[in-house]
Each structure stands twice: as C-alpha cells, then as structure tokens.
C-alpha cells in the first residue's frame, strides 16, 4: 500500500500531522509513506524516519502532479484541505480522505464569540482521516527529528545558561499572534532565570531590545541558528514560553513544560500544545499552561491573525500579567530537570 500525506505548510500545522504519519507507518504492514509539502518546510520533515519519501510544491502545480502520477498511490490523505489538494486529488483520481476545518465553527468563535468548536486537539482531526484505513491514535503526540549536526553543544549559549534557561519563543507569522517587547521585557525583569530568546533572523531586533534589559541573563538566539538548532534550544530549556507559532509545537513533541501565550487567536480553534491525549476541558495536561486574556470582549478576533490589532489596543496581549507569567514558570522551574552536558 502507497499513502501520500498532504500538508503545505506552516512549522507548527506540519509539526501537528506527525501522529498521522506515525501511526500509518506503525500500523499498517508494508505501507509506503510518502508526503507532500512546501520546499521550504524541508528541515521539519526530513530526518522523519516514518516517510518514505518527501515531495515538494513546485511553483508550478502541473509539475508536482506530474511526479505525483508516476508513483501510482493507493490513498491521499489531505491535511491541508484547500483548492491546490483539491487539484491534487482530482489529478490522481484516487480514494482520498480529507480532515475537517470546521471554517464556519471558527467563524461564529471569532465573529460572534459562539464557542461550538470541539474542545479535542485539530490533531484528533487529522487522525479521523485514518480510521477508513484502521489507525487509530496512539496517543504519544507528537514527533520532531533533529540530524546530528543539528545538536548544539553548551560552548554554542553563554556559560550563565549551562545550568538551565528559560526559552523564551518570541516569534510570530502575524503581530498579533506575537507578545509585545515591552511585555517581554516586563516579564525578564519580573523572572529571574536566564532567558534564551528564540526566532528567525526577522526578529533578531526585538530580540536585541528585549536582551538589551540584561546581556547576561538574557541570550538573544534569534536569527543565530536555523530550526533544527533551534529546535534543539526548545529541547534542552527548562521551561518554554512561547507565542501561539511552530516552536510551541516543537516544544510539545519534547514534552517540554510549556507556558503558551494566545492574543488574537484562541486555543479554542485546536492548536493548543498536545502531548498524546489531552483536551481544553477535561483532560488536562500538567505540562501546559494556557496564558490569555479571556476577559477581553473581542478576544479571540481571528483564526490566523493581523499584522495589527483591528481595535487599536491590543489589550489581549498588552493586559497579560507578567508577574503572574513569572510565577507559573518557577513553578515549572522548580520540577524541571538542568540541562544537560553535550
């Protein structure tokens, strides 16, 4: 049997189809698994060593679907569910099975503050599109694959962190899924641990900003290392912070201690940390916080976010206690285990 899994994109929704993947190379004997996504998103699935083979998006669909034909699959599985899988699949002319985005649930969450949305993880989703085919979940959550070359060593962060930090995720696709610098910067002077500050080149400013409050205690990594690298800082942190975006579901797959940070977008829509089971509301995970502002009456205002607050204030963000965010990560930081020696 030949199975073509379709995910396009981003780190994080990507990141949230590994049990799929999993599960499928586990449970069914001699399946092939192939996937299909972005050239972009390459490094987070590449040393998977539950795919077969990867293929990539070309600029030119025709192309893809060309390649796609020679390799006579069995079944798609379609995790991204928009027009370009719908071209896909009608190319390939085979059974398929696609997740639901449950659009006009997450309309009425975010336009009239109607809340039907399932309170299950979009993970337990993705799984529903297995079950004709005999997988079930098995509940280990989520996987993240790092080469070798990837691991970082202690000389690679300062001497003041060895013993343990605080990975502070300040990265964002849209501003208002980002916690603002003056927020994080009230936060690093309320906790007291070392802070290693993660994100791509893009929000190696901000990171500047938030470090330049204390250059010792606080390591500003973005821009620094690629995702693998990164993602090994995620794995080796005492405690994650980090805003609603891919390293919070890296961090899951390590089942890191995660305090997750929600402005204008709701754990509600199902891209809460998932570490194998847990729910909203009643299967809770003791390693995962939920850190928003619920009294705030246009909260959530989007299923993907703005480049600014519709409202103008941003009180979503701009009204987190960070006080109260430093006391739930030394709570975390009490229990966690040091970093190790690389």
Known sequence: MKVLIIRFSSIGDIVLTTPVVRCLKQQLPDVEVHYL?????RSVLAHNPYID???YLEDDINQTIAILKKEHYDYIIDLHHNLRTMRVKRALNVQSYSFPKLNVQKWLLTNLKLNIMPDKSIVERYME???????????????????????????DIPMSHWAGYVGCVIGGSMNTKKLPVEKWREFAEHCPYPLVLLGGPEDREDGEAIASTDKVRIYNSCGKFNLN????????????????????HVAAAYKKPIISLWGNTSPEMGMFPYYG??????????LSVIFENKSISCHPCSKIGYNRC??????CMNKLNMSELSEKVKIFWIN????KSH
């Not at 085919?133 to 691991?151: C, K, Q, T």
């Not at 519709?310 to 009180?315: E, G, V």
Request: aromatic share 8%; net charge positive.
């Open 53 to 55: 083979k990867l293929h």
């Open 277 to 286: 089971s847990n729910n909203l509301k009643t299967s809770y995970e003791p």
């Open 310 to 315: 519709p409202k103008k204030h941003f009180n």
């Open 129 to 155: 599109t297995v079950k004709p085919l005999g997988v079930m979940n098995d509940n280990r959550g989520l996987d993240y694959f790092i080469p070798e070359s990837a691991n970082l060593k202690n000389t």
């Open 229 to 248: 690298e990164s993602a090994w800082l995620v794995q080796h942190a005492r405690v994650v912070v980090s805003n609603d975006t891919g390293l919070m």
């Open 37 to 41: 996504t972005k050239a972009s998103f």
């Open 336 to 339: 966690a285990q040091p970093l």
